[in-house]
């Protein structure tokens, strides 16, 4: 007889891994990427191509020549954070720009903390409010939905979130609403904005397909939904005129998206459900404070990465509930 | 009936059962046992045999040394051949009895009848005298000496008798086959347990992936209306006496306490059937149903084994050994110990053994903790598994106290939900360890 395997228990472990979590999450991504190839054609595969590839590239590169680790780029994770980060993008952006985005957010968001695990910010968000500050004006020349064989020579336009918030200077929101897209059209995707946040019905069922296979709990992505809501609901029930309704603000911007991808992100969310959903709160609270009272038109990346920082005092203070009470004199 | 599981934390792994609804059967005996003096929490027995006695079956072989402790007898019949230390499941070398086995001769005034005994007149005194005589201890692997439970702490009242047939571990079928052959025995053992105790209200806990034996305690228990059987939701660890006491009554143990700390006593069925054996027919612990299982086992089978046989000999009488085999488990795959060698003997506390193939055998390789807090979602006593085994790590044994690690049971549910194949159990286990020796020489100043 062979030598006996000894080690402690257990001795049964679950066929969850690492990588099949991360194939789980882009599996849910296949409707938001079909939407938004639907919508935006060449340049959105262009554009996820290019992410990806850099992504996993950069991480490759950084762990073998400066970290001098393990490889780690076929885990699932870069390639993640490719396609999260090329969705935040508009369709029209130069692949060169995409690429720098890449580097910063693996670089920057992720390898110098120590790799995956380790990183306080999530690195998609990095990437793209690197590329946002950089490079401004590419960052909001939003083409025009079905242009599918257009690339950068996409005619552009505003956001729904973009006309509001110009608008907002001197028209009021029912006047505005007659030039926006139906609420139908922004359900399904067909206005201007980055490839993969316009699609919420498609997002939506991501989130159903993450929640069945329980790669994520509720708690983040429902609580910032119904924050927004609560709170825009508020201020359009104070005076309809000058804010836009709750609805509107659910299915515009990169909400859906930042929610159920964002936001979820293992290493950058809390531990514990009551951390997850305080965090969420708050999420919700600075989407809604960046987007009606703020400079720009849409809050949910800076909101998450604000509370990105908060995480591990959350973690520290936030205890699950324990079992059993203290045993008095004991 | 509305189905009862504890409200935190819990898995549920593959069940993998094989061994169910197999009757239970006589393995026969060896040629050579071996009897550890210590098969219980607590002191060790105090031998009282030597070298070249001659015992019979039943006999006491050791002695209680202490309150915490209890009697040994010989599971057979024989000649000692040697008391020495020999190597016990965990691998360490421990005081034991060899007896070379005769032809099974029992010692005087023991019922050896498969007849039913229903003789509810004895006193609490004597009840718990038999169980101490009879060196009953927990067999649902805590091996704690069941005389002692029976003696409420003052200050404490025992409202609850609760048993234990939940059999949460994946594979063993020990209790299983038990409750079905011997629900009339263990319904008995039951109203005595309740006498010895002076409680009024017993509930059996049994999960629902065991209609059968659902069905036949409750058949056999109809006629008493104090005892009632409540299925439970499948959840692992259910079986573990805190969970088990708030799936059925909602009460939670305190944090370092025991169930008498919300009114309530806990015995496993197998110790149930144990009593009845000790109380209504003198006879000691002596056998035990043992499940030997596994998927390339050639026959499954639930033994009623004497202690002190050879994990070998089961093995063989299961159909030998497969090829294939690369660890073997004392106990159920979640908590059960790997043996490194399969001399050692069943002892009272040995429910199952478990053969894992080759391609199972293994851990997979650590990964980083990508945080995805799986673990803590997953403890059933509130804990953070992930920061306890980074502190563990780290030497931050004044942190692990603050964070509850000696609340933890070893249950093993967050190691067994990592995604990334973390040793958590293992780093937590180091944790308990130390900040244990901290608590107690704080407690020695």
Same mark, same amino acid.
């Given at each position: 007889?062979?030598?006996?395997?000894?080690?402690?228990?257990?001795?049964?472990?679950?066929?969850?891994?690492?990588?099949?979590?991360?194939?789980?999450?882009?599996?849910?991504?296949?409707?938001?990427?079909?939407?938004?190839?639907?919508?935006?054609?060449?340049?959105?595969?262009?554009?996820?191509?290019?992410?990806?590839?850099?992504?996993? %590239?950069?991480?490759? =590169? &950084?762990?073998?020549? @400066?970290? !001098?680790?393990?490889?780690? $780029?076929?885990?699932?994770?870069?390639? *993640?954070?490719?396609?999260?980060?090329?969705?935040?993008?508009?369709?029209?952006?130069?692949?060169?720009?995409?690429?720098?985005?890449?580097?910063?957010?693996?670089?920057?968001?992720?390898?110098?903390?120590?790799?995956?695990?380790?990183?306080?910010?999530?690195?998609?968000?990095?990437?793209?409010?690197?590329?946002?500050?950089?490079?401004?004006?590419?960052?909001?020349?939003?083409?025009?939905?079905?242009?599918?064989?257009?690339?950068?020579?996409?005619?552009?336009?505003?956001?729904?979130?973009?006309?509001?918030?110009?608008?907002?200077?001197?028209?009021?929101?029912?006047?505005?609403?007659?030039?926006?897209?139906?609420?139908?059209?922004?359900?399904?995707?067909?206005?201007?904005?980055?490839?993969?946040?316009?699609?919420?019905?498609? %997002?939506?069922?991501? =989130? &159903?397909?993450?929640? @069945?296979? !329980?790669?994520?709990?509720? $708690?983040?992505?429902?609580?910032?939904? *119904?924050?927004?809501?609560?709170?825009?609901?508020?201020?359009?029930?104070?005076?309809?005129?000058?804010?836009?309704?709750?609805?509107?603000?659910?299915?515009?911007?990169?909400?859906?998206?930042?929610?159920?991808?964002?936001?979820?992100?293992?290493?950058?969310?809390?531990?514990?459900?009551?951390?997850?959903?305080?965090?969420?709160?708050?999420?919700?609270?600075?989407?809604?404070?960046?987007?009606?009272?703020?400079?720009?038109?849409?809050?949910?990346?800076?909101?998450?990465?604000?509370?990105?920082?908060?995480?591990?005092?959350?973690?520290?203070?936030?205890?699950?509930?324990?079992?059993?009470?203290?045993?008095?004199?004991? | 009936?509305?189905?009862?599981?504890?409200?935190?934390?819990?898995?549920?792994?593959?069940?993998?059962?094989?061994?169910?609804?197999?009757?239970?059967?006589?393995?026969?005996?060896?040629?050579?046992?071996?009897?550890?003096?210590?098969?219980?929490?607590?002191?060790?027995?105090?031998?009282?045999?030597?070298?070249?006695?001659?015992?019979?079956?039943?006999?006491?072989?050791?002695?209680?040394?202490?309150?915490?402790?209890?009697?040994?007898?010989?599971?057979?019949?024989?000649?000692?051949?040697?008391?020495?230390?020999?190597?016990?499941?965990?691998?360490?070398?421990?005081?034991?009895?060899?007896?070379?086995?005769?032809?099974?001769?029992?010692?005087?005034?023991?019922?050896?009848?498969?007849?039913?005994?229903?003789?509810?007149?004895?006193?609490?005194?004597?009840?718990?005298?038999?169980?101490?005589?009879?060196?009953?201890?927990?067999?649902?692997?805590?091996?704690?000496?069941?005389?002692?439970?029976?003696?409420?702490?003052?200050?404490?009242?025992?409202?609850?008798?609760?048993?234990?047939?939940?059999?949460?571990?994946?594979?063993?079928?020990?209790?299983?086959?038990?409750?079905?052959?011997?629900?009339?025995?263990?319904?008995?053992?039951?109203?005595?347990?309740?006498?010895?105790?002076?409680?009024?209200?017993?509930?059996?806990?049994?999960?629902?992936?065991?209609?059968?034996?659902?069905?036949?305690?409750?058949?056999?228990?109809?006629?008493?209306?104090?005892?009632?059987?409540?299925?439970?939701?499948?959840?692992?660890?259910?079986?573990?006496?805190?969970?088990?006491?708030?799936?059925?009554?909602?009460?939670?143990?305190?944090?370092?306490?025991?169930?008498?700390?919300?009114?309530?006593?806990?015995?496993?069925?197998?110790?149930?059937?144990?009593?009845?054996?000790?109380?209504?027919?003198?006879?000691?612990?002596?056998?035990?149903?043992?499940?030997?299982?596994?998927?390339?086992?050639?026959?499954?089978?639930?033994?009623?084994?004497?202690?002190?046989?050879?994990?070998?000999?089961?093995?063989?009488?299961?159909?030998?050994?497969?090829?294939?085999?690369?660890?073997?488990?004392?106990?159920?795959?979640?908590?059960?110990?790997?043996?490194?060698?399969?001399?050692?003997?069943?002892?009272?506390?040995?429910?199952?053994?478990?053969?894992?193939?080759?391609?199972?055998?293994?851990?997979?390789?650590?990964?980083?903790?990508?945080?995805?807090?799986?673990?803590?979602?997953?403890?059933?006593?509130?804990?953070?598994?992930?920061?306890?085994?980074?502190?563990?790590?780290?030497?931050?044994?004044?942190?692990?106290?603050?964070?509850?690690?000696?609340?933890?049971?070893?249950?093993?549910?967050?190691?067994?939900?990592?995604?990334?194949?973390?040793?958590?159990?293992?780093?937590?286990?180091?944790?308990?360890?130390?900040?244990?020796?901290?608590?107690?020489?704080?407690?020695?100043?």
């Amino acid at each position: 007889m062979n030598k006996l395997v000894v080690s402690p228990s257990p001795h049964a472990r679950t066929k969850e891994s690492v990588p099949k979590l991360m194939y789980g999450v882009m599996i849910s991504l296949v409707p938001a990427l079909a939407v938004s190839i639907y919508f935006f054609g060449i340049s959105m595969l262009i554009i996820t191509a290019v992410s990806i590839v850099s992504c996993v %590239l950069f991480e490759f =590169l &950084i762990q073998k020549f @400066i970290l !001098k680790g393990k490889p780690s $780029h076929l885990d699932g994770s870069a390639i *993640l954070t490719g396609m999260l980060l090329a969705f935040t993008l508009p369709a029209n952006i130069p692949f060169w720009m995409v690429m720098i985005g890449a580097l910063v957010a693996i670089g920057i968001g992720k390898m110098t903390f120590g790799g995956l695990g380790n990183n306080i910010f999530n690195p998609a968000l990095v990437g793209r409010v690197f590329l946002f500050i950089s490079f401004p004006v590419a960052m909001t020349s939003w083409p025009e939905p079905l242009q599918r064989l257009k690339y950068i020579d996409a005619e552009t336009g505003a956001t729904p979130l973009g006309m509001l918030k110009e608008g907002l200077a001197n028209q009021d929101v029912s006047e505005l609403m007659t030039e926006m897209p139906s609420y139908m059209d922004l359900f399904i995707g067909k206005m201007m904005g980055s490839v993969g946040e316009v699609a919420a019905l498609a %997002l939506l069922i991501g =989130l &159903i397909y993450l929640l @069945i296979k !329980k790669i994520i709990t509720w $708690h983040i992505p429902v609580t910032i939904l *119904l924050t927004v809501a609560f709170f825009t609901g508020i201020l359009w029930l104070i005076n309809p005129e000058s804010y836009a309704d709750p609805l509107f603000h659910l299915l515009t911007g990169g909400l859906m998206l930042g929610a159920i991808y964002m936001a979820t992100d293992y290493v950058t969310s809390p531990m514990t459900k009551k951390g997850m959903v305080i965090y969420a709160v708050f999420i919700g609270i600075i989407t809604v404070l960046i987007r009606v009272f703020g400079a720009y038109p849409e809050g949910v990346q800076f909101a998450i990465l604000i509370m990105n920082a908060f995480v591990p005092l959350l973690n520290k203070y936030i205890k699950p509930k324990r079992f059993g009470k203290e045993l008095k004199n004991g | 009936m509305g189905l009862l599981t504890f409200s935190r934390g819990g898995i549920h792994p593959p069940e993998n059962k094989i061994s169910a609804g197999k009757l239970i059967e006589s393995p026969g005996q060896p040629e050579i046992v071996i009897i550890p003096v210590s098969q219980h929490l607590g002191a060790p027995s105090k031998v009282l045999v030597n070298r070249g006695d001659t015992v019979k079956t039943g006999q006491v072989i050791a002695e209680p040394n202490g309150f915490v402790s209890t009697n040994i007898h010989s599971s057979v019949t024989g000649k000692v051949l040697k008391v020495d230390l020999f190597p016990d499941s965990s691998g360490y070398r421990r005081q034991a009895v060899q007896i070379q086995v005769a032809e099974d001769e029992w010692v005087d005034g023991i019922d050896l009848s498969e007849d039913l005994v229903k003789d509810f007149n004895l006193s609490t005194e004597e009840i718990r005298n038999k169980v101490l005589q009879a060196g009953i201890v927990g067999l649902g692997g805590a091996t704690f000496p069941s005389h002692v439970k029976l003696m409420t702490p003052k200050g404490k009242t025992a409202e609850y008798l609760i048993i234990n047939g939940v059999e949460c571990e994946p594979y063993l079928t020990a209790d299983h086959s038990l409750m079905l052959e011997k629900s009339a025995e263990i319904v008995v053992g039951i109203r005595i347990m309740m006498k010895g105790l002076g409680v009024e209200k017993a509930i059996i806990g049994i999960e629902n992936n065991k209609p059968d034996a659902i069905e036949v305690i409750t058949k056999a228990s109809a006629e008493y209306n104090n005892i009632k059987v409540q299925p439970l939701k499948v959840q692992y660890p259910q079986g573990g006496e805190k969970q088990l006491v708030q799936a059925l009554l909602k009460r939670e143990v305190p944090s370092g306490g025991l169930p008498i700390d919300v009114g309530v006593v806990a015995f496993n069925v197998g110790t149930i059937y144990a009593a009845y054996l000790a109380v209504q027919k003198n006879r000691p612990l002596i056998e035990r149903v043992v499940t030997i299982t596994g998927k390339s086992v050639k026959n499954p089978s639930n033994f009623l084994t004497r202690v002190g046989t050879p994990v070998s000999f089961l093995v063989e009488k299961a159909g030998g050994l497969p090829e294939d085999t690369a660890k073997v488990i004392n106990g159920g795959p979640m908590m059960g110990k790997a043996l490194s060698n399969l001399d050692v003997p069943i002892v009272k506390g040995s429910s199952g053994i478990l053969l894992i193939k080759e391609d199972e055998a293994h851990r997979k390789e650590m990964q980083s903790c990508i945080r995805c807090s799986k673990c803590v979602t997953v403890c059933p006593m509130g804990l953070e598994p992930y920061l306890l085994m980074t502190q563990a790590e780290k030497g931050m044994f004044e942190d692990l106290e603050d964070n509850k690690v000696m609340d933890c049971i070893e249950c093993g549910s967050c190691a067994y939900t990592c995604p990334s194949s973390r040793p958590l159990l293992d780093y937590i286990r180091l944790g308990k360890a130390e900040v244990g020796k901290i608590i107690r020489s704080r407690k020695a100043v």
